[in-house]
């Protein structure tokens, strides 16, 4: 079986958020399942160009003019160069945007045929690839690709592509196309439409997510289409990298540790604390909350913010690693300033530092408003730190609440100040009691959350479209 696997960015060479890491470690584990898989993305400035090797050119025929992209190919991958394009210091957020990323969508598909790869599978990525679904069904249907059946997975439903309706003539796109059942969304051009009208198969990073999207509540406006196209959506949970993340070859952490030499991990504790200046007594010292991340209003900063005081007089300690939105960064420094102590934000990332938080912390926070899949719940729960998250897309997929058989971690329902403090109450008390404590670590150690599992999912996606 053969996938063209389409994505604006991919982990290690371009990244800003969690499309980056599936869109690297997916398509490593479809190979090890034995799919020929040709990845294709920009050729951002983050990119070296060592082993590089020059694939031709396609030149792509606009209404605004022509673009030529380069193909360098360095297998599994095609990086499309066009420096007018890509070479930004920013991948997003660009008032070209609409051509940029219509230029990106197109010339993937014209380079999978300038190399000759003829893909069963077209598996395009949000937005920046959603005019791909949209020419595969159309400009491209007389093509050497006309064969090809096409996915389109929503990493992130709240991004919706959206442009001016001048870009119709922009791009060359049928003002027959310009309806609320095709490409129009609130009288813009939206590309995330286009990959939802126009693909065959929809897919979204978990099972729980996948259902929030079919409602008003979290479908920003797009829950009526989805409702329509639900037999054609599925949610499959993102993996994890297991050997980025792991605990027992982990060269950020103080020491090393597994699941059978988990009293290992109190030395990443006072690590963690020494880091930061504060002091906690090697017995009985009080427990330590941990969170990192972007500063944004999806991820629950505000409940953070109002309820993390709650943890910090009852005696516990805190560390906030994130940058994002200056209210949040203010926000942050000022409950630094109340509780000197006992609480320490770090501005900005810094991915040794988040390996040595994820180690370090007993209870990791995420209050997310919403979260389609979420990382850091997974990467906690493998290094035996407890999440504390509400109960929404992939946290509720990956958390099982300390009121079950078989708890990992602690969940709240309702986006409240109240209920992430009462979620902090349950975390005190499940840490006064160590042999609870450590049950509930080892059994959230004890999960899979390879990228196996959904590889062999997305397999079998593709093998019931052909």
């Given at each position: 079986m053969k996938v063209l696997f389409i994505s604006s960015e991919v982990a290690p060479f371009s990244k800003t958020g969690g499309l980056g890491d599936v869109s690297g470690a997916l398509p490593r584990a479809l190979v090890q399942r034995g799919v020929d898989v040709l990845t294709v993305t920009p050729l951002w400035p983050t990119v070296s160009p060592d082993g590089l090797e020059d694939a031709g050119s396609v030149t792509l025929q606009f209404p605004f003019g022509p673009?030529?992209?380069?193909?360098?190919?360095?297998?599994?991958?095609?990086?499309?160069?066009?420096?007018?394009?890509?070479?930004?210091?920013?991948?997003?957020?660009?008032?070209?945007?609409?051509?940029?990323?219509?230029?990106?969508?197109?010339?993937a598909l014209a380079a999978s045929q300038r190399?000759?790869?003829?893909p069963d599978i077209v598996h395009a990525n949000d937005w920046p690839t959603g005019l791909a679904m949209l020419a595969l069904a159309r400009g491209f249907s007389t093509s050497s690709l006309k064969r090809a059946r096409s996915v389109f997975t929503i990493h992130n439903l709240a991004y919706t592509g959206s442009f001016s309706k001048d870009a119709m003539t922009d791009l060359g796109l049928p003002w027959e196309l310009f309806t609320a059942d095709g490409v129009e969304f609130h009288d813009h051009l939206s590309f995330i439409k286009a990959g939802l009208v126009y693909a065959d198969a929809l897919t979204t990073v978990s099972p729980t997510y996948a259902r929030e999207i079919q409602t008003p509540e979290g479908g920003h406006g797009l829950d009526g289409l989805l409702r329509r196209r639900s037999t054609a959506l599925r949610g499959i949970l993102n993996g994890i990298d297991l050997h980025e993340w792991d605990s027992e070859e982990d060269p950020h952490l103080a020491a090393r540790y597994s699941a059978a030499t988990l009293a290992k991990k109190e030395v990443n504790t006072h690590a963690l604390l020494d880091r930061f200046g504060l002091k906690a007594p090697k017995k009985n010292r009080p427990p330590v909350f941990g969170t990192v991340g972007r500063l944004a209003d999806q991820k629950g900063v505000e409940l953070l913010l109002a309820a993390l005081p709650r943890a910090l007089d009852a005696g516990a300690l805190a560390v906030v690693v994130g940058t994002g939105e200056a209210r949040f960064v203010e926000g942050l420094k000022a409950l630094q300033r109340r509780y000197p102590a006992r609480f320490r934000a770090h501005i900005g990332f810094d991915e040794p530092l988040a390996h040595q938080l994820e180690a370090g912390a007993d209870f990791f926070v995420m209050p997310s408003k919403y979260e389609p899949c979420g990382l850091n719940q997974m990467y906690s729960l493998r290094y035996g730190t407890?999440?504390?998250?509400?109960?929404?897309?992939?946290?509720?997929?990956?958390?099982?609440?300390?009121?079950?058989?078989?708890?990992?971690?602690?969940?709240?329902?309702?986006?409240a100040v109240h209920a992430l403090e009462l979620a902090f109450d349950r975390a005190l008390a499940l840490f006064a009691d160590p042999v609870a404590m450590n049950e509930v670590r080892l059994q959230g150690m004890s999960r899979d959350f390879s990228w196996g599992q959904?590889?062999?999912?997305?397999?079998?996606?593709?093998?019931?479209?052909?």
């Open positions: 673009v030529t992209l380069t193909l360098l190919r360095k297998d599994p991958f095609v990086f499309l160069e066009c420096p007018p394009y890509f070479e930004r210091d920013s991948l997003y957020g660009h008032h070209d945007d609409a051509r940029r990323f219509a230029a990106f969508s197109m010339g190399i000759g790869f003829q407890v999440p504390i998250v509400r109960a929404v897309g992939g946290l509720e997929d990956t958390v099982v609440d300390l009121s079950r058989a078989g708890a990992t971690g602690i969940k709240f329902r309702d986006y959904a590889a062999a999912k997305y397999e079998a996606l593709y093998a019931s479209l052909r």
